[in-house]
């Protein structure tokens, strides 16, 4: 399981939903109460996970453009039953070249989920400088924000396609840069909390933070597997906790709405 892969997105995405922030949530709806129409760009759409959690909780007449460069994603993002008046179409681009392209037209909000500690300080800047020249109001939701497995940040950092990646700081830069351009922020915790019983997403993350511990720890191949069969070990018994620290943010411009 990847990062991008279906079963992964899939397997998350109860999780996801249940970590989005209520508080910043609310306030995404709060801005378009009594619209009775919206356009939404979701920027990385992946399998559709961001349309399915926020789309319940916008103005009934919705159209969405969903992005992202993976063809597959893209499909099966397009595939499920939508509600009636929710209008989708997918538009396949590489974001870190064409993003612009993903904002031209008319829209009322840019989404995203899970990307923003994927990409580079620069791609983040210009991202905020393009929302903010059309004064769209922004959620970003499931940034990921922990500091305390470092091996694993220093694999957050590591290039996905975009430059160096942000990884842990992401959040802040675009909370400090939108407020800069006159935003309005509000932000809020998003952790996913893993209990005793959500042991596939626990050993899929373990399973991943192992075969990045070459890269990304000066642990030795033997040490890496054995810090695995410990943490499987522990799973099994029923006493394996995690969490796993998210930031949501909702920007808007002040004096807009
Ligand atoms: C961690 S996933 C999040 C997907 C989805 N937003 C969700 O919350 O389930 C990151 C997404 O970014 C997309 N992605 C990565 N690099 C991209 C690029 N250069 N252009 C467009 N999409 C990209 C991947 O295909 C993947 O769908």
Redesign the pocket.
């Known amino acids: 399981m990847n990062?991008?892969s279906p079963d992964w997105?899939a397997l998350?995405?109860t999780y996801?939903l249940a970590a989005r922030n209520a508080q910043v949530l609310d306030t995404v709806a709060n801005a378009f109460l009594g619209q009775a129409a919206i356009s939404v760009v979701?920027?990385?759409?992946?399998?559709?996970?961001?349309l399915r959690a926020v789309g319940p909780h916008l103005p009934p007449r919705q159209s969405w453009r969903l992005?992202?460069?993976?063809l597959s994603?893209l499909a099966r993002a397009f595939a499920p039953e939508h509600p009636p008046y929710v209008n989708v179409t997918t538009t396949p681009?590489?974001?870190?070249?064409d993003l612009e392209l993903a904002l031209d037209g008319p829209l009322d909000l840019v989404t995203?989920?899970?990307?923003l500690d994927?990409v580079s300080p620069e791609w983040l800047d210009r991202l905020v400088v393009e929302v903010a020249a059309r004064r769209l109001p922004f959620y970003a939701?499931?940034t990921y924000d922990d500091e305390l497995v470092a091996g694993f940040n220093l694999h957050q950092r590591t290039d996905?396609?975009?430059g160096p990646a942000l990884g842990p700081s992401a959040a802040a830069r675009a909370a400090e840069r939108f407020q800069r351009f006159g935003y309005a922020l509000v932000q809020g915790r998003s952790d996913w909390v893993f209990g005793p019983d959500d042991r596939t997403i626990q050993d899929a993350l373990f399973t991943g933070w192992a075969e990045l511990g070459p890269l990304t720890t000066g642990l030795s191949a033997d040490e890496i597997a054995g810090w695995l069969a410990q943490r499987r070990v522990h799973l099994a018994a029923g006493r394996s906790r995690l969490r796993v620290g998210h930031v949501d943010i909702f920007a808007q411009s002040i004096g807009t709405r």
């Open positions: 990062g991008f997105l998350r995405e996801d979701d920027l990385a759409c992946g399998a559709g996970a961001t992005v992202d460069n993976s994603l681009l590489d974001l870190a070249r995203t989920s899970a990307l994927l939701a499931l996905k396609g975009f």
